[in-house]
């Protein structure tokens, strides 16, 4: 998602008017495509069937800190979002369910993406091509992936995992400012 953040309109894509001509990302995120089934006890009206089906469907990913932004991704919202996790108080502050960055962690984390395809890329250049994929608890992608006979991973072999501990957003955030 970031590199695609990336790449898109070189990252630029939301007009802060308060800033003269300056562009900055709004938000990274995504929709899972999705028919949810919504389980109810009793029978229930249409209307509320579609605005618990539009719940599931909300986008996740990580938002630009700046309520007029959040309030003009969804024109309709009176306090709750129906397109993100995330409600608006009578005094114009939100409360967030989708990790919220402020301008400053935005670029971060941008610099932080360029760095690492950087890295990628050289380590290819260099010649360095070894299948070492990441391991998550008990998750590995080779789960998923369909060029496990192309690549060979085997443990016996002496290929290892890339064990990576879980990290919260904002010590992610914080990290890459250091
Ligand atoms: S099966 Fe091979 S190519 Fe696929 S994720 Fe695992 S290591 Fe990578």
């Known amino acids: 998602?970031?590199?695609?953040?990336?790449?898109?309109?070189?990252?630029?894509?939301?007009?802060?008017?308060?800033?003269?001509?300056t562009l900055l990302p709004g938000g990274m995120?995504?929709?899972?495509?999705?028919?949810?089934?919504i389980k109810t006890k009793k029978d229930?009206?249409?209307e509320e069937i579609e605005s618990e089906i539009a719940?599931?469907?909300r986008m996740k990913g990580v938002i630009l800190s700046d309520a007029r932004l959040l309030k003009a991704m969804d024109s309709n919202m009176i306090k709750e979002s129906s397109v993100l996790d995330l409600s608006i108080k009578k005094d114009g502050s939100y409360t967030s369910k989708v990790p919220v960055a402020s301008k400053e962690q935005f670029d971060n984390?941008?610099?932080h993406m360029k760095k690492i395809l950087k890295k990628i890329g050289d380590e290819i250049l260099s010649g360095n091509i070894k299948n070492e994929p990441i391991k998550k608890k008990n998750q590995t992608p080779c789960e998923y992936c369909d060029y496990k006979l192309i690549c060979r991973?085997?443990?016996d072999l002496g290929n290892q995992f890339r064990v990576i501990n879980e990290l919260k957003n904002e010590e992610v955030l914080k990290k890459i400012s250091e």
């Open 1 to 21: 998602m970031q590199l695609f953040g990336n790449t898109a309109n070189n990252g630029e894509t939301y007009h802060d008017s308060t800033t003269e001509d």
């Open 29 to 37: 995120l995504y929709l899972k495509l999705d028919d949810p089934l």
């Open 44 to 46: 229930i009206a249409i």
């Open 55 to 57: 719940k599931k469907l």
């Open 109 to 111: 984390l941008m610099k």
């Open 153 to 155: 991973f085997d443990k």
